[in-house]
T-cell receptor, first 109, second 114 residues
Framework: KNEVEQSPQNLTAQEGEFITINCSYSVGISALHWLQQHPGGGIVSLFM???GKKKHGRLIATINIQEKHSSLHITASHPRDSAVYIC???????????FGKGTKLTVNP | GAVVSQHPSRVICKSGTSVKIECRSL??????MFWYRQFPKQSLMLMAT?????????EQGVEKDKFLINHASLTLSTLTVTSAHPEDSSFYIC??????????FGPGTRLTVL
């Protein structure tokens, strides 16, 4: 069982819809990362958070340490948001990251 | 935010040649960098931990003589794929630790071995 589980695996939305991607982890972590990977492959770090909520533009990330759960929300989604979104958490107290399998988001115009 | 660069972004080479990929932290010093590999439609897999001034630590199953890592300065780590073969074709990504729990990713290097 992967220590970091994401859902859904695939998500298709219409432009303008509110998107939620979920991430659950089974071990205690100090910080959770949300990453974005576009079809070309390049990875962009969206958020690193250890508590509460962070917002950047139309992106919002929340984390509940007690429930070991994090969500990434996209408001007013746009086709350019189409990408794979990956959550990752440190492995066993180290700086090594364990990655979820990713959520492939497709936003149709 | 902190910036990590990789060079080259894409490389195509012939089987049997060696390829060097650079990972640089542009605006901070990183004593620790990580190298990841990603196969198509799969998640990132940690290959090794690169520590400045010491030998890299490789994950189980990763051949250290195949994937040479040198972290010669606080802003540069290099990954050399030696005697590359088509099965080494992959997307290689580095990340750098700025301070605890802040890990910044490079944009990745796509290696194609013919």
């Amino acid at each position: 069982k992967n220590e970091v589980e994401q859902s859904p695996q695939n998500l298709t939305a219409q432009e303008g819809e509110f998107i939620t991607i979920n991430c659950s982890y089974s071990v205690g972590i100090s910080a959770l990362h949300w990453l974005q990977q576009h079809p070309g492959g390049g990875i962009v770090s969206l958020f690193m958070l250890s508590s509460g909520k962070k917002k950047h533009g139309r992106l919002i990330a929340t984390i509940n340490i007690q429930e070991k759960h994090s969500s990434l929300h996209i408001t007013a989604s746009h086709p350019r948001d189409s990408a794979v979104y990956i959550c990752a958490g440190p492995q066993g107290g180290s700086e090594k990251l364990v990655f979820g399998k990713g959520t492939k988001l497709t936003v149709n115009p | 935010g902190a910036v990590v660069s990789q060079h080259p972004s894409r490389v195509i080479c012939k089987s049997g040649t060696s390829v060097k990929i650079e990972c640089r932290s542009l605006d901070f010093q990183a004593t620790t960098m990580f190298w990841y590999r990603q196969f198509p439609k799969q998640s990132l897999m940690l290959m090794a931990t690169s520590n400045e001034g010491s030998k890299a630590t490789y994950e189980q199953g990763v051949e250290k003589d195949k994937f040479l890592i040198n972290h010669a300065s606080l802003t540069l780590s290099t990954l050399t794929v030696t005697s590359a073969h088509p099965e080494d074709s992959s997307f290689y990504i580095c990340s750098a630790i700025k301070v605890k729990d802040t890990q910044y990713f490079g944009p990745g290097t796509r290696l194609t071995v013919l």
